[in-house]
């Protein structure tokens, strides 16, 4: 590694600093606009004529973003510019997730990154030709990662066009209105408490509602938080291969659980159902905005077990839905199958990327000829 530069980040990069663009300032356009936070929405000017990299400023400290395209960076973030003459950007989007920013948090009240702070980090910078190298590493994962969030998003709204076409659009006459109540059982979790007595490190899988918000899948594999076993007499604990839906917080995002997990009262489970996990998950994302308004607004503290229960569908034969059953069944098969790829390579390129950028593991690459 002796080729290899030990630099200051501020030696290598500038963090320019992004411009208020308040939400009732845009205009309509297909401009992205960047905050610490991430992809906010349009407008109809960039600030910034080229790709760029954006790194959370205020609010989400050290979060790194990447744009393709012209775009603004709102005064909460900063932003970063190519210089093919000094880094590969692909390679440095990526090194940049790994240098620590999201630890140097140094405002109480609203958590910041103080830029001479970032400027003084240590980084190992390695010649163009390896920058490119380990770029197309890790590039080349992103894409097939990418490309399978993007199947399983055709899949998924494949099994809602059909769900919609058969059960909405094509419902029969003579099925009954039920509620549904009638047709499933309506349990929900528990919760130990304090619960920050029963939080641990290990033990049982502790499934919260912030694990499943910006979760684009039907099924939940990574779980963060855990529960003592003391606990388990005061939750529910769920098998894998269980549908909850969430009736707190964010309410009513169904999702199909891959792993064991206890779940607190902000969770409804079905213990028994007339309908199939696939059914459901179709049913509940169709009438989510129902449940949302009976509920009194898109924000509510809780979606009561009552209004789920007292809610009335049609109800279809059974000659019907075991058909549907045999239609919808291979498209989340596929789904799943797609869903533990996204994983796996997920798990590769985030084991293999603070040992490329350190060095451990090196890539061979090609020293470009000077003519």
């Known amino acids: 590694m002796s080729e290899w530069q030990q630099l200051k980040l501020g030696d290598l990069v500038t963090l320019n600093y992004g411009k208020a663009l308040k939400a009732e300032h845009r205009k309509p356009g297909k401009v992205p606009v960047y905050s610490s936070a991430g992809l906010t ?140 109540g009638t047709l499933l059982t309506v349990k929900r979790g528990g919760s130990p408490r304090p619960i920050q007595d029963y939080l641990s490190d290990s033990g049982y899988r502790w499934l919260k509602i912030s694990d499943v918000t910006s979760l684009n899948s039907p099924f939940v594999f990574k779980i963060k938080e855990h529960i003592k076993e003391e606990g388990l007499s005061k939750t529910t604990l769920l098998q894998a291969g269980k549908l909850v839906l969430s009736n707190s917080a964010t309410p009513a995002i169904p999702k199909i659980l891959m792993v064991d997990t206890c779940i607190h009262d902000g969770w409804l489970h079905f213990p028994v159902s007339s309908y199939s996990n696939e059914y459901l998950y179709l049913l509940f994302n169709h009438i989510r ?62 084991t293999l990327l603070p040992k490329l950028m350190s060095g451990e593991v090196r890539v061979q690459y090609q020293t470009e000829e000077v003519a």
């Open 41 to 180: 929405g349009t407008h109809d000017t960039f600030l910034v004529n080229s790709e760029g990299i954006i790194v959370g400023r205020k609010g989400t400290v050290g979060k790194v973003y990447y744009s393709s395209e012209p775009f603004c960076c709102i005064d909460t973030a900063y932003y970063i510019t190519p210089n093919p003459e000094k880094y590969n950007f692909q390679f440095l989007y990526y090194m940049l997730q790994t240098v620590g920013l999201e630890e140097l948090n140094e405002d109480s009240a609203v958590p910041g990154l103080n830029r001479e702070t970032a400027y003084n980090q240590d980084i190992a910078l390695p010649p163009l030709p390896e920058q490119k190298a380990i770029a197309t590493v890790l590039s080349s994962l992103d894409d097939k990662i990418d490309l399978l969030h993007r199947q399983n998003k055709t899949l998924e709204a494949m099994a809602e066009t059909l769900f919609r076409q058969w059960f909405i659009e094509e419902a029969k006459e003579d099925w009954k209105k039920k509620q549904l």
């Open 289 to 350: 905005p129902e449940l949302l308004q009976l509920g009194n607004g898109s924000i509510f503290t809780n979606l009561k077990t009552d209004i789920l229960k007292e809610y009335v569908v049609k109800h279809p034969d059974e000659a019907s839905l075991l058909k549907f059953q045999t239609v919808i069944e291979p498209i989340f098969t596929k789904l799943l199958e797609n869903a533990k790829q996204i994983q796996t390579l997920e798990k590769l390129r985030d």
